[in-house]
């Protein structure tokens, strides 16, 4: 049986778009136009220029946050107008919309989740007139979107069912007996380096050293856990390992940013 | 027959404010607590700081993307609580309100538009009680922009015809035999460089090539048509000759930004 | 009597979490999730990073543009997860919730306003099953805030109203005979800087001058009635002294910033 949604009229924006010009409005605008009664919620348009990567791991970890039924828009989209695909995922009741560039790769591995791919056939009599080579946030994924929110067609509708989607730009971590080997995939606006380690990887040790940037970190509860200035290691409030700094920002006091490796290990003592 | 407008509740709203402190937040105040049902789209509060021009530029080509009977609210006003006026802007089923101070210049000059200049005793009745003397973003346009999106006020009840407004800080490109000469109007969070140059400026040329910072490009239908780190022009998605680098930033790569002087004209061979 | 709510279903939310990341749009998720019909409004989330007076000056200054009932949330929460309490604050018609750090002692102190200490035990029915112990804004301050905007429940029945909150981080101007001695608490996207001096404050000087970075200025009315590049001092639109600069940036060309010392004293003419 096919996943159900019943759509709640919730469509959430992710970009990385920034907030100059008017390219997320004009995604907005086309929304409204077409669906009147849509609750447009940015998630964020501050993904990290050309990193699809980034958006998928929030998404994956940020869409259980929202009704039942959201439709969830993501455009990091550096092939926009060459031959790549688009993705409709179907998963616990949600719909993802985004080109097929790994973006929709940590969500389309999930239990239960369903992928088609958008046959632009059946999608013309719902994009714009002209779809434009540059900008199909606005020319497509904005006008499916707002449809599929309104209930008027479903991703079954728009193309065929698909056993696998581009995988991820970024590897999951490598586990092995000793240690688990991930990265940085995000920087926050407290300067938190933010891993794709989760807090089932740890689960495996019994007391986690954490090494980033050539320091060891003990793994604490919240940043107040140390003192203001002091380095610390935490599973954070989306279930991965973080590390931070307490008061400052950890990623300027270490150096670190998008793409830094993080271990795990046993404590020694 | 004066231009009609029939109100959908959407406002959009463009400044040069950015994102710190209450100052946008503070007009959706006012406009919720006018018209409680006012759906209040953010077009861009990226503006270049005190350049009207800009955000002109943008609603000219973006208000086509909302739903007919929009209100479209343009505060960049560097002339706030001096002699300077009030425009109020009918065109094609929308309404533009900002100061009388260029911005709305490429909107004003649009077959069929229709400028109105605010009477501030007829907007008396409308506006804050206590109006201040810098931010009239908050205390003038978002009550008159509630009300007229609400349709309890129409345009032409709140001051008279005018024939013309303040022209624009930028002059369109100059169109001589051989070349077409504009500028640099915005840059995006991809550091493409948009100018003033159309569509409709490049149709004249059999090949068109476009020199800027010393370099001369093809025009390109998108981004992926050339390798990531190569220069190309192309048409974006708003009529616009943009400069734009495949997976980089122009704006970088070339030392180009607003007002950057960029020529087209007919390729050599 | 306790002051009465009558809740408009419209939420602000004041952060501190800029917009990188899905944190301020989780939150909105959750509160969509528990009020389909909440409007919710970002009053902005550039605080300075870790810096709660900043927050409570706006909200301050600004809730009052809002429609009665309004519920606003503030999380500047560098103690997150530790032993600090949460308050709520009824005042003039709206609730407030924030961690109790001081963000809430510029409207704790106003007459009228009656503060709560949120009692976890009362309030476990309404957060997240499971909450973190890094992020409270999504797990314990959305949450909450929904239902109130909800009027499912109500500031009195979440905890004991409290004779006082933490003070706020930054003192009150100093007065004294001969001079009013304050600070820059906030600056805006032009580099006005806007200290927490009042119109009140200035009220007892016949001619006064505004002493900043070494700087006398005089206080005018508005931007434009200085030259273009010229330092000038005003009250601006939330009844603030601030300290500009006409079409440039005040904080650069006086190498000012948050904290600076800014006094104003009588003309010595």
């Known amino acids: 049986m096919a996943p159900s949604f019943a759509p709640s009229g919730v469509i959430t924006l992710t970009t990385d778009f920034g907030h100059k010009g ?97 046959d632009p056939g059946r999608a013309q009599p719902y994009v714009l007139p002209a779809v434009s080579a540059t900008f199909h946030g ?21 193309g065929p069912h698909v056993a696998s989607v581009v995988p991820s730009w970024v590897d999951e971590p490598e586990v092995s007996e000793l240690r688990v080997s991930g990265s940085v995939i995000a920087v926050d606006n407290f300067g938190n380096l933010i891993t794709n380690i989760t807090a089932a990887h740890l689960g495996r040790f019994r007391r986690p050293v954490v090494r980033a940037g050539g320091h060891d970190l003990e793994v604490r509860r919240t ?16 279930g991965a390992l973080e590390i931070a700094r307490s008061e400052r920002s950890a990623a300027e006091s270490l150096g670190l940013s998008r793409g830094a490796p993080v271990t795990v290990r046993e404590h020694d003592g």
Chains 1, 2, 3 share one sequence.
Not at 84 to 98: C, E, P, S
Not at 138 to 158: K, M, N, Y
Not at 223 to 235: H, I
Request: glycine share 8%; net charge negative.
């Open 223 to 238: 940043y107040g856990d140390v003192r203001p200035g002091e380095a610390l290691a935490l599973v954070n409030s989306f």
């Open 22 to 118: 008017p390219f997320v409005a004009t995604m907005k605008g086309v929304m409204l136009t077409r669906f009147a009664e849509a609750r447009i919620i940015d998630l964020t348009h501050e993904i990290d220029v050309h990193f699809p990567a980034e958006a998928g791991f929030w998404l994956a970890r940020s869409y259980a946050f929202f009704p039942s039924g959201t439709t969830h828009v993501a455009v990091v989209d550096p092939g926009v107008g060459t031959e790549r695909d688009v993705v409709l995922l179907l998963h616990d009741g949600h719909v993802f919309l985004a080109p097929d560039n790994g973006l929709l790769a940590p969500l389309a591995g999930l239990p239960g989740a369903r992928a088609h791919r958008l």
């Open 138 to 158: 606005r020319d497509v994924f904005a006008p499916l979107a707002a449809e599929i929110a309104a209930g008027r067609v479903r991703v079954e509708d728009l």
